[in-house]
């Protein structure tokens, strides 16, 4: 086992000759920082080692990740063991692997500070307003700068190809550059339900001919979003029923 130690405070800098494994460095953290599929490159790492690991220090807490290899022609290895705690050590042989890449995110991004706020959008969700928690992985494309992004002109972070990934990494730079607190979205989900208890089914719209209809979709809207149940559903198409006899009613009257 090779150790290699960075200092916890100011910049640390790398140096050697060239296809002596600089770069394999960062893809090991990026791996132990969960990601989807092993960075590491083919060749004397992959032939000799089984697994690698991080120890990860914050103020008096420390964590030590391990993470096996992929075995040969798979991407990935879901085999992960995390352990926190104080003065921790990276542990001479292959520990026990416990833990799940979902479960490892989040107790990594517990340990980094990252609060669970949901900010990314989730199209494939019934309700709109419905959004999942930043993790580790989110910040991964300001951390990790290869040296071909870094020359290139029209690049500004890695792994963006994929259009879910671009678009979470938008939708986080909100909470990591600090402009989406939970103080603020709590507020802005206070704010919203205030303004539509202000507009009212009645006061959905101004033209008049489409009130009832406008009744029927703020009921919809509101019972669901505020109960999310199979029985806010019923009532509000039970309404519907109502609406709709009683509009017969009358014009059987006149």
């Not at 009532?235 to 009257?253: C, D, F, N, Q, Y």
Request: charged share 30%; with cysteine.
């Amino acid at each position: 086992m090779r150790d290699i130690e960075f200092k916890t405070e100011g910049l640390n800098i790398i140096t050697g000759p060239s296809s002596r494994g600089k770069s394999s460095i960062l893809d090991i953290v990026d791996y132990c920082l969960m990601s989807e599929r092993c960075p590491i490159s083919k060749g004397f790492i992959r032939e000799n080692v089984s697994h690698v690991g991080v120890l990860l220090v914050r103020g008096d807490e420390s964590i030590v990740v391990v993470r096996a290899l992929p075995d040969e022609g798979r991407l990935t290895s879901a085999e992960v063991h995390i352990s926190k705690g104080t003065d921790k050590t990276l542990p001479q042989s292959p520990p026990e692997a416990r833990w799940n890449i979902e479960a490892a995110k989040e107790l990594l991004s517990d340990f980094t500070g990252i609060e669970s706020l949901p900010v990314l959008m989730n199209e494939y969700d019934a309700a709109p307003e419905a959004r999942s928690p930043a993790n580790i992985r989110h910040c991964s494309f300001y951390v990790f700068q290869p040296q071909d992004v870094i020359a290139s002109r029209n690049v500004a972070f890695a792994g963006l190809e994929d259009f879910y990934k671009k678009r979470h990494a938008a939708d986080a730079a909100y909470y990591f550059q600090g402009i989406l607190t939970i103080d603020r979205l709590r507020k802005r989900r206070e704010l919203r339900s205030l303004t539509l208890l202000r507009q009212g089914p009645e006061g959905w719209t101004g033209r008049p001919g489409r009130r009832r209809e406008v009744r029927w979709w703020w009921l919809v809207r509101w019972q669901v979003g505020q109960r999310g149940n199979q029985l806010a559903i019923t009532r509000a198409i039970a309404s519907r029923a109502v609406m709709k006899l009683s509009r017969k009613w009358r014009s059987g009257r006149e």
